[in-house]
């Protein structure tokens, strides 16, 4: 993938293209079940799958966060040798 | 494709061990809980950038914004010297995207889109942000599934110290 395809195809247009976005959503509603609640097949609000994508990756990010926290207070109180080590790293393996 | 998600989800896994490892062994111990969670959410982002193969602009990215912050770290910074190395050949030079003001609604919302995917900023045709939106979600994903599982492990534990005991 080169920086020379998408400059001959850098658009400038305002909006993401019907195709794109039939295509976008198509697959987004494979990952995020709420898009699916969506039956408008033709005009889909490009403004709201993008919304709700970006909503979405914030989310999750914000998991991630909260996740590594929890984490890091779980293994506060954890020794190198004790079973509740064993038993991450077991199931991490 | 649920497949395709679960080779991705172990491969997350394979690379956080790794970076996990790497890390402890180049911090001060003891950490204090904040300290061990940005290391945590470190070698995780690390982890996750790692385990995608091949070019993506959003892996790279995130693997060269985590180098700022490991300054102080010179095991960490030989992951990322390794994972920047694999992909040099393949290294694509990105050019800063002009400034321009957002307009309509999807002007406005492809911006932030652009400011939430890693090197998004940089990526100028809106078909290649929506592919590389589309991997790092599913990439993300697995980030968040993995990390879920680990962390519900205090609840097994529990009863785990209570037998040993």
């Known amino acids: ?32 079940p709420e898009i699916g609640q969506r039956r408008r097949s033709d005009k889909v609000s490009a403004s709201k799958v ?16 909260n996740l590594s926290e929890r984490l890091s207070q ?14 991450i790293r077991s199931l991490l393996m | 494709m649920m497949s395709t998600y679960n080779m991705v989800k172990q ?13 402890d062994c180049s911090v001060e111990h003891p950490l204090n809980v904040t300290e061990r969670k940005n290391a945590i959410k470190l070698s995780s982002d690390i982890a996750m950038a790692a385990a995608r193969s091949g070019s993506t602009v959003w892996s790279r990215a995130l693997i060269s914004r985590s180098g700022n912050k490991t300054a102080n770290k010179p095991v960490a910074r030989r992951i990322l010297k390794k994972a920047r190395n694999r992909l040099k050949n393949r290294c694509l030079t990105l050019r800063r ?37 589309l991997d790092y979600i599913v990439y993300l994903r697995a980030q968040v599934d993995v990390m879920r599982t680990v962390a519900a492990v205090d609840s097994v534990t529990g009863n785990l110290t209570n037998d040993n005991k």
């Open chain 1, 50 to 65: 993008l919304q709700e994508t970006c909503n979405y990756i914030r989310s999750l990010n914000r998991e991630v966060d």
């Open chain 2, 97 to 133: 995207n002009g400034n321009f003001t957002a307009k309509s609604g999807v002007r406005k919302r492809t911006e932030l889109l652009k400011s939430l995917v890693p090197g998004g900023e940089l990526i100028k045709n809106k078909d290649y942000l929506i592919r590389e939106t």
């Open chain 1, 74 to 87: 779980l293994l506060e109180s954890v020794d190198e040798d004790s079973p509740e080590a064993a038993v």
């Open chain 1, 1 to 32: 993938m080169s920086n020379r395809r998408s400059s001959r195809q850098s658009s400038s247009a305002p909006r993401i293209s019907d195709d794109q976005m039939i295509d976008l959503v198509t697959k987004l509603r494979q990952i995020l």
């Open chain 2, 11 to 23: 491969e997350f896994i394979k690379k956080w061990i790794t970076t996990l490892h790497m890390l």
